[in-house]
Structure formats: structure tokens, C-alpha cells
């Protein structure tokens, strides 16, 4: 999840992010921030539309998502995640997993554990200019593969030279309707300890890519600016079951 931005309005009735309004910073070893859009994926999908990328007939080179089977908790009826207007009041996603408004920013959902904050999510818009019919798991393939890494070489640049980068294998996943693709990257120190992790759900609309994402840190040990709604990672290792569901139940219409 990013740091604080301008809000676009005009949108939706709700408040959404759009990446493309934001100026992109310095890449790599500008300053440390928190990197999700306005860092990587603005710089990815700028590059992409640039070279005038097809969007749907090539994934990245050897790497192929793989496939989430819904849960019975993901497969039942359940209300929507409305980012348009998300909800005042905890909405039951499983179990002592609720979701609501941030009070601090309302462009974040934050997921509670029996009534304890423990972290948010956060979805961000990027303008994109791929051709009608393109293929959603492919174009993004190619856009997740560039994201992580681009993180990869910001966290190289910024970072002490100790962490290590490390990505799962990619998921595809149910979002918004209809499938998209998983990220789940993070940084370990020299003990060992994952001192940063992130989960981005990536969708392909008509004319726009969304990702929905959420950070956990090591307060002091991360290198990135702390924004005070991150998971702990191990509280996101057990929160991972409600992000899928939480992409899964989201609605967003970004185009």
C-alpha cells in the first residue's frame, strides 16, 4: 500500500485512487517509500503501453500462475465489498474477521480480528491502454513478473544489502467478478526474520489495471516508511485465507 496521495474525485461516489494522477518518483534509489503504484506499477504499465505491448498472447518466460480452489467460505453467498462505498460498520468476512472503513482514510478497508485492527487494504487504479479482447492472465503475467521486479531492484537500491527478496509462485485468483493474479513477495534480514511482506490482487479492466494490496512490517526493521495500517507479518500469514476472500467478495468497476 502507498503513502499518503491526493485523492481523485469525479470518480465514483466512493473515493478510489487513480495511479495515473500521481507524479512517479525517482527509479530505482529515489527516496525510500512505500512501493506499490506510484513507485513500480506506474513505471511497469507506462513501459508496457510505451513499447505498445499487445497485451494477451505472451505471459512472462517460465513462469505460470497457478490456481486457488474457492474454500467453502469463499464458495457461499456472501455480501459484496462495495469500494465505492465501503462499509461504516464491521462486515463479517469469516469467523472474528471483520472489514470496515478505515477512520483514518477512507480509501482503506481494515480487517479486524475480533474487533482488534491488524491490518488494511488498500486498491489503487492505473490508466491502461491495452486493445479490446486482450486476455486477462497473460497481460498481467507480464505486469505482476516487471512489478516484483522492480521492487526487487528498489529494495536492492534502498535496503541494506543484507535483506533478500523473495516471491511465491504466482496465483491466479478470483476478484472483482471475474479472475486475476496474485502477488505475494517479501524481504528477509540476515537472521532470517521477514521484516516486510506484500499481497497485491491484481485485476484487468476495460481500460484500466487494479490491484488491491496489503502490507505487513517490523516497525524499525523494514526500510520503508510505516503508515500505521500494516499488518505484523505474522498476523498477515494468518490473514492470508481472509485476503483471498476479501478479493474474491470485492467490486470495484474501475472502468
Known sequence: MGGHRPETAGHTAGIVRFLGDWPTPPWPGGPVARVVGTAVLSVVVGALTSCGGSGGTTGAPGRQPTSISPS??????????????????????????TGVRCESDAALLCL????????????????????????????????????????????????????????????????????????????????????ERQITYFALGTTTIASLGATALVPGAACVTARDSEFTPPLMAEAVPILDLVAARSRFSSD
Open 72 to 97: 467453502p467460505t469463499a464458495s457461499m453467498p456472501a455480501p459484496a465489498i462495495n469500494w465505492a462505498a465501503l462499509p461504516r460498520s464491521p462486515l463479517v468476512l469469516d469467523g472474528p474477521w
Open 112 to 195: 479486524r480480528r475480533n474487533g482488534v485492527q491488524t491490518g488494511a487494504v488498500e486498491l489503487l487504479v492505473h490508466p491502461d491502454a491495452h486493445p479490446p479482447g486482450t486476455q486477462p492472465i497473460p497481460y498481467l503475467m507480464r505486469i505482476v513478473a516487471n512489478f516484483e521486479k522492480g521492487v526487487a531492484a528498489n529494495r536492492q537500491a534502498t535496503c541494506a544489502n543484507s535483506n533478500t527478496f523473495s516471491a511465491q509462485p504466482v496465483q491466479e485468483v478470483a476478484i472483482d467478478g471475474g479472475v486475476g493474479l496474485k502477488s505475494d513477495w517479501s524481504i528477509t534480514n540476515s537472521s532470517g526474520l521477514v521484516v
